[in-house]
């Protein structure tokens, strides 16, 4: 699928992006948190803009960081389209990470997404992103299909409270 107009660059990234980024082939399988981040920062240049970093990932959980500075708006508190987008992030990282056990090359793109502000963001934050218990459908239908769709719902925590979700669709298809 080559780039789309419709599908914002930063929540893009497939074999396609090879000549300028790499690829997600299985040389280069996304399985622990430095290849995440390594995969963020070739794949998804905004990501080092933003200054995300992998906090933890544990199986089904994966919490990504950033600090405050680059992700603020003219009044001082976290600017929605950062928070956005490290939300999306999240939601796709997980999906890479679980991916893993497949073979090929794979496509994973959000489709859609629903955001909910909460609260202000007034200082460093981190976003947690779990997979549902619709993960295991998802999973038999790329393996029948080779396509699957996966509402995701990160969420952006400050302390404990949650300052921001996104019911996100993500799409993922899996190449042979």
Avoid at 12 to 29: E, R
Avoid at 30 to 59: C, F, M, N
Avoid at 108 to 129: H, L, M, Q, R
Wanted: with cysteine; aromatic share 8%; proline share 6%.
């Amino acid at each position: 699928m080559p780039f789309s107009p419709s599908l914002p660059p930063i929540l893009y990234a497939d074999a396609h992006t090879t000549a300028v980024h790499g690829s997600l082939s299985d040389a280069n399988k996304i399985t622990d948190i430095e290849s995440l981040e390594a995969a963020y920062r070739s794949l998804i240049p905004i990501s080092e803009h933003l200054g995300v970093r992998v906090k933890s990932w544990q199986d089904d959980r994966l919490v990504l960081t950033a600090p405050l500075a680059p992700n603020t708006n003219h009044q001082g508190s976290g600017f929605g389209g950062s928070l956005f987008s490290i939300a999306a992030l999240a939601g796709w990282g997980l999906i890479q990470l679980s991916l893993a056990q497949f073979e090929g090359d794979s496509n994973t793109v959000i489709a859609n997404g629903d955001v909910s502000f909460k609260a202000p963001v007034y200082e460093p934050f981190d976003c947690i992103c779990e997979l549902p218990d619709a993960w295991k459908s998802c999973e038999q239908t790329l393996r029948d299909n080779g396509r699957a769709s996966l509402i995701l719902t990160p969420r952006v925590m400050v302390n404990d409270t949650v300052a921001m979700t996104l019911s996100g669709r993500y799409v993922i298809s899996l190449k042979s």
